[in-house]
């Protein structure tokens, strides 16, 4: 695929990419999904978001071909590629934290390199394409294992894993009352993994109502449409003996949607495009001293946080980028014994080269549509 502009992605002929370097490895794609962050690039929301572009940091393949210094991959092999690029030896990648890799991202001052997200975050291409190059080859890509799905080690590039490592920051204790705002695939899984982690009960809050059932279905979790209660808050404080929640993750983040001045004056009453709402919601429904997961995506933001109300509470509040492998052995464990399966939350497959209308379909909501996967005509 190949950016044209806010609104605009179209299917065309690009260059193959080549090895550039002698960790390169070149991917051919065989599964890609369209992840809710894509939307900021859509809508021309994300900074030096440059035309010809191509998303996608959601995608699985087959080795077509490694560089000289590659060790740990063959060609061949069907391997899974976090959506993060990390070099593996850097003070940062050295302490687990591979998404904070400092030397994958010329651009960054707190982000470090992510496929298909714009020169802003290291100027890659992704993995919405046939082939795709995989600089770092053998510190992020991992062979999957053969009693693993296709789709559900697509899953884990991105959405699994940084749903569960939403539950794990949200340092969830037994018997807890978990609020996971945002019903998308991230607060679903957030949910589902909430109850792995000993929660007594898991409350996700959402405006759609095909995504609340989903919430139902597959989360097991009980829901509120916040556009059918007056005051989401107070709504969430009655429903924990006026207390608030022990946890709150934000799986929403800044929208996706909304125009500039919009962005700039917070003129949306919910949760608007450029606005903390979700995250000041958070912050009002989680009780004094407990803890707000964030792993919605933010940028700059012109409407304030309510940071002296977490502080007055003794709130903890706990983000970051998910280091998506690091996640991976304890997700392999949960699937195998039946606990996941990652993707019952896909609603639809779309041909690359019908890229455009999946975009369209996805951004526009409709036909209940919650994680589509792009699948390239090679595949």
């Given at each position: 695929?190949?950016?044209?502009g806010?609104?605009k ?7 193959d990419?080549?090895l ?7 991917i051919?794609?065989?599964?890609a999904?369209?992840?809710?962050s894509?939307?900021h ?12 572009s191509?998303?996608g940091h959601?995608?699985?393949?087959v ?10 991959l ?9 959506f ?11 302490r ?12 960054a ?9 714009s020169?802003?975050?290291g ?7 046939e082939?795709v190059?995989?600089?770092?080859a ?13 789709d ?6 991105d959405?699994?894993a940084t749903?569960y490592?939403?539950?794990q ?5 037994e ?9 998308g ?16 009960r ?8 095909y ?10 979790a009980?829901t ?11 709504r969430?404080?009655?429903?924990t003996d ?8 934000d799986?929403?983040g800044a929208?996706?949607d ?15 495009g ?10 009002d ?9 964030v792993m ?7 409407s304030?946080?309510?940071f002296?109300d977490a502080?007055?509470k003794?709130l ?7 280091p ?5 052995p304890?997700?392999?464990e949960?699937i ?12 639809h ?5 019908h890229i ?11 036909d ?12």
């Amino acid at each position: 695929m190949s950016y044209r502009g806010p609104y605009k992605v179209r299917a065309e002929e690009k260059a193959d990419p080549r090895l550039e370097h002698p960790n390169d490895a070149i991917i051919r794609v065989t599964r890609a999904a369209i992840c809710g962050s894509d939307l900021h690039l859509y809508h021309g929301m994300m900074p030096d978001t440059r035309v010809g572009s191509t998303f996608g940091h959601e995608f699985v393949g087959v080795v077509e071909s490694v560089g000289s210094s590659v060790e740990h991959l063959a060609v061949g092999d069907r391997v899974m590629v976090p959506f993060h690029i990390s070099c593996g030896t850097c003070y940062f990648c050295a302490r687990g934290l591979f998404s904070n890799c400092h030397n994958v991202n010329p651009n960054a001052t707190a982000v470090g390199g992510i496929f298909g997200y714009s020169h802003t975050c290291g100027g890659y291409d992704g993995g919405q394409a046939e082939l795709v190059r995989v600089p770092f080859a053998d510190v992020g890509p991992q062979r999957i294992p053969d009693d693993i799905d296709e789709d559900d080690a697509l899953l884990m590039t991105d959405a699994l894993a940084t749903g569960y490592f939403g539950a794990q920051l949200a340092d969830i204790t037994e018997g807890q009352t978990v609020v996971v705002f945002g019903a998308g695939p991230v607060g679903l899984f957030a949910a589902r993994s909430a109850w792995l982690m000993g929660a007594g009960r898991v409350i996700v809050v959402d405006h759609l109502e095909y995504r609340l059932a989903k919430a139902r279905e597959f989360a097991y979790a009980e829901t509120i449409n916040f556009g059918e209660v007056d005051d989401i808050v107070l709504r969430l404080k009655l429903e924990t003996d006026g207390l608030g929640a022990d946890t709150v993750i934000d799986a929403v983040g800044a929208e996706a949607d909304g125009n500039l001045l919009q962005h700039i004056t917070s003129a949306k009453l919910k949760l608007q495009g450029g606005s903390p709402v979700a995250l000041n919601w958070a912050i009002d429904a989680v009780r004094k001293g407990g803890v707000v997961s964030v792993m919605g995506a933010y940028g700059p933001m012109f409407s304030a946080v309510k940071f002296g109300d977490a502080m007055n509470k003794g709130l903890t509040l706990r983000m970051n980028q998910c280091p998506a492998k690091r996640q991976w052995p304890r997700l392999f464990e949960h699937i195998r014994a039946g606990r996941l399966k990652p993707s019952d939350i896909i609603t639809h497959r779309i041909p690359l080269e019908h890229i455009a209308e999946g975009y369209h379909l996805f951004s526009a909501k409709l036909d209940d549509c919650i994680k589509p996967v792009i699948v390239p005509s090679a595949a």
